[in-house]
């Protein structure tokens, strides 16, 4: 089955600073990854997704690469402010697997005043 | 739009008790509810896959007897934990596929169970 890593587990970062998570795949079949940022005591939000017949995309602070060949994703949000700090997963999944979502092990973003 | 919520949010119950959830997606239909398990400072653990109208498939090692899925319309699945032991204890979360799309999942805000 599908296996997803994710690096760091922890980041910290001045405000205005750049924050960049990794994910790396396992499945060459797997043709969606989204994002999705969780705050304390709260479920995950979608806060950007890619599929595999594209490699960027940005939607204003945040943008998401992928290497396809490589097997990689991820996550770059610039101008970090306080409200990002949170926990953010990576996940990936496959069409005519169910939509079942494989998820990252999660990194604690913490942006410092 | 794409809006799931649960109910309850908390809950608290007894050794031996049984607890239902609810997942609704508010403003979509959706042929798939996923339901997940979250430990502390952990990632998502999918338990089973809730298919309107149909039996849900759970994941290897997870008690298909001791966590009862239910998905009988398009916008609402339930979670029975049943004989609900301190080990049960967790967050739980759901989520829905969108029938319009093949990708997105949108989750809810998640419940916290607690079994004292």
């Known amino acids: 089955g599908e296996n997803v890593e994710q690096h760091p587990s922890t980041l910290s970062v001045q405000e205005g600073d750049s924050a960049v998570i990794k994910c790396t795949y396992s499945?060459?079949?797997?043709?969606?990854f989204p994002w999705y940022k969780q705050e304390l005591g709260k479920g995950p939000q979608l806060i950007i997704d890619?599929?595999?017949?594209?490699g960027e995309k940005k939607d204003q602070r945040i943008a998401v690469t992928l290497n396809k060949t490589a097997k990689h994703f991820s996550l770059h949000i610039t101008e970090t402010q306080p409200e990002d700090s949170a926990v953010y997963f990576c996940?990936?999944?496959?069409?005519?697997?169910?939509?079942?979502?494989?998820f990252g092990t999660g990194t604690q973003l913490k942006v410092e005043l | 739009g794409a809006v799931v919520s649960q109910h309850p949010s908390r809950v608290i119950c007894k050794s031996g008790t049984s607890v239902k959830i609810e997942c609704r997606s508010l403003?979509?239909?959706?042929?798939?509810m996923f339901w997940y398990r979250q430990f502390p400072k952990k990632s998502l653990m999918l338990m089973a896959t809730s298919n309107e109208g149909s039996k849900a498939t759970y994941e290897q090692g997870v008690e298909k007897d001791k966590f009862l899925i239910n998905h009988a319309s398009l916008t609402l699945s339930t979670l029975t934990v049943t004989s609900a032991h301190p080990e049960d204890s967790s967050f739980y979360i759901c989520?829905?596929?969108?029938?319009?799309?093949?990708?997105?999942?949108?989750f809810g805000p998640g419940t916290r169970l607690t079994v004292t």
């Open positions: 996940a990936a999944s496959m069409t005519g697997g169910g939509n079942k979502l494989t």
């Open positions: 499945d060459s079949a797997s043709n969606y």
């Open positions: 989520s829905a596929g969108n029938s319009g799309s093949l990708y997105e999942q949108y």
């Open positions: 890619i599929r595999s017949n594209v």
């Open positions: 403003d979509f239909q959706a042929t798939t």
